[in-house]
């Protein structure tokens, strides 16, 4: 007996903002303080606008001093438990390029296993072998096989990060599969470390475009995606649950009047295959 269970759609919204200085860069300009307002006990951001301030509030909302620790166990543990017991997931990063949307998802590039500052995506994955361990010392029957594939969309062409040679994988779409793309590495991955080899290998590979306001900003979606399948016998029977959770790292948000970037780069796809690739992410 095979499933892959549906949830019924729930989205979670946390804003955070993030200093150049965790980042690596120069300390965040002070000016901004009299900008906008952080208040984490009520989730909301107050931008001190005139005559009367606008709030905005979220889910949850991480300040400039919140952790990468902190930032995971807001917006990924629960994700990940959720996974492991079938349901589909997502979490993705959307800002202006400099925002700190790769800092927050990946964390340092040089160092995803031991650094204080790794992102979301490494401790995404111990958290996964970690829950698996945990389940597994205590008896658990269940079986689990975890593949991981890395892609990127850049200019409407989808490249397999996995494959140094590839020069672009194609979006099919039938009555059986609904939207897929054809051709995609799927790795099997232990342990984390297995899974930190293909995201620097993917990294690399990468598109970056070169911007007058970041110059590592990235003009192209990464998906990082983890598929799971657990297997168990219950009542006589073998039963089978398939899922998956996809990391992403989107393009800079900004539009391009504010930067010098070519409109192909920053153009969005009207193609319906995408517009459902995405809508099923």
Request: hydrophobic share 35%; net charge neutral.
């Amino acid at each position: 007996m095979e499933t892959n269970i549906q949830s019924s759609s729930h989205k979670c919204l946390t804003s955070r903002l993030v200093s150049t200085s965790a980042q690596g860069g120069m300390s965040l300009d002070t000016s901004l303080n009299s900008v906008l307002d952080v208040n984490t006990a009520d989730n909301a951001i107050i931008l001190h606008t005139k005559p009367e301030p606008t709030i905005f509030t979220y889910d949850n909302v991480a300040d400039a001093d919140t952790t990468q620790e902190a930032v995971f166990s807001l917006v990924g543990k629960k994700i990940i438990e959720d996974c492991l017991n079938g349901y589909n997931g997502s979490i993705l990063a959307y800002g202006k390029t400099g925002s700190g949307k790769s800092f927050t998802m990946f964390g340092p590039s040089e160092n995803l296993e031991s650094s204080q500052l790794r992102g979301v995506i490494p401790r995404s994955l111990e958290y996964l072998f970690s829950v698996i361990a945990h389940q597994q010392d205590h008896g658990s029957k269940k079986q689990f096989l975890c593949r991981c594939s890395f892609l990127e969309i850049y200019q409407e062409q989808i490249f397999d990060l996995l494959d140094t040679a590839s020069q672009g994988i194609r979006l099919c779409e039938n009555m059986n599969k609904g939207v897929f793309i054809d051709g995609l590495i799927e790795q099997v991955i232990c342990n984390p470390r297995d899974a930190y080899q293909l995201i620097i290998k993917g990294w690399l590979n990468r598109r970056v475009a070169l911007t007058s306001m970041n110059r590592e900003g990235s003009c192209s979606h990464a998906v990082f995606t983890v598929k799971i399948e657990s297997k168990e016998e219950v009542g006589g029977f073998q039963k089978s649950n398939i899922s998956q959770i996809n990391l992403i790292d989107l393009a800079g948000s900004e539009r391009q009047k504010a930067t010098n970037t070519d409109s192909t780069r920053l153009k969005i796809s009207k193609n319906r295959g995408f517009e459902s690739f995405f809508q099923r992410l």
